[in-house]
Every structure is written in structure tokens, then in C-alpha cells.
């Protein structure tokens, strides 16, 4: 099982980013995808996930609204938007796999990447 994470960088305030998850070695079609991220000195979090045919979806108090999440199962890829970004969106975000349903409890998810970095700057 593998995932790989691209789409960080840095960004202004107010900005956008579309983060993307690529899933290999497994049915990625049978598996939830959550999205965490950790900020330096803070522990992980969990931001959104979403279960089969994009359904159940969850997202952290913090970014509704602001950040969506989606999969498109034919490029086994999951993606989140994220629009309206704050500094403190900024950290270390992955992405994890895990048999449905699954939230947002990093502790529920086996299989992890590597993460990207986002940095929102002022």
C-alpha cells in the first residue's frame, strides 16, 4: 500500500491549494481517504475524509466551508480543495487509508503517506 501526497506550497492568505493523494497497491475504491495535517508542535488532526461514493464526508469545525474534499476513483486520486487558507492551516498534511466508514480519528486509519507541506504567509 502506498500514498503520495502532492499540492503544498506557500501561499498568501486568502489563498487556494488543491492537494492530491494517489493511492497504489490496493483497491482504492474499497478504502476511506482522510486528510491530517500537523503543525510544528501540535498534535495531528484530523481535516476531512471521505468514505465510499463520497459518502459519508466529515470535516473538521475548523475548515468548513473553506475546504472540500473529493475522489475521483478511476485515477484512484483524492483531492482537497482548500480556498480561503489562514495561517494557522499551515502544517504538514497527509493523507491515510482505511477500510469504511472512517472520520476524522487518525487512530481508525492504517496506512499513511509522506505529507506536503503547506505554508500560508503573510
Known amino acids: 500500500v502506498q500514498l503520495v501526497e502532492s499540492g503544498g506550497g506557500l501561499v498568501q492568505p486568502g489563498g487556494s491549494l488543491r492537494l492530491s493523494c494517489i493511492g497504489s497497491?490496493?483497491?482504492?475504491?474499497?478504502?476511506?481517504i482522510g486528510w491530517f495535517r500537523q503543525a510544528p508542535g501540535k498534535e495531528r488532526e484530523g481535516v476531512s475524509s471521505i468514505n465510499l461514493s463520497d459518502s459519508p464526508t466529515y470535516y473538521a469545525d475548523s475548515v468548513k466551508g473553506r475546504f472540500t474534499i473529493s475522489r475521483d476513483n478511476l485515477k484512484n486520486t483524492v483531492y482537497l480543495r482548500m480556498n480561503s487558507l489562514k495561517p494557522e492551516d499551515s502544517a504538514v498534511y497527509y493523507c491515510?487509508?482505511?477500510?469504511?466508514?472512517?472520520?476524522?480519528?487518525?487512530?481508525?486509519?492504517?496506512?499513511w503517506g509522506q505529507g506536503t507541506q503547506v505554508t500560508v504567509f503573510t
Open positions: 491515510a487509508a482505511t477500510p469504511p466508514v472512517a472520520g476524522l480519528d487518525s487512530n481508525d486509519y492504517d496506512h
Open positions: 497497491g490496493f483497491t482504492f475504491d474499497d478504502y476511506a
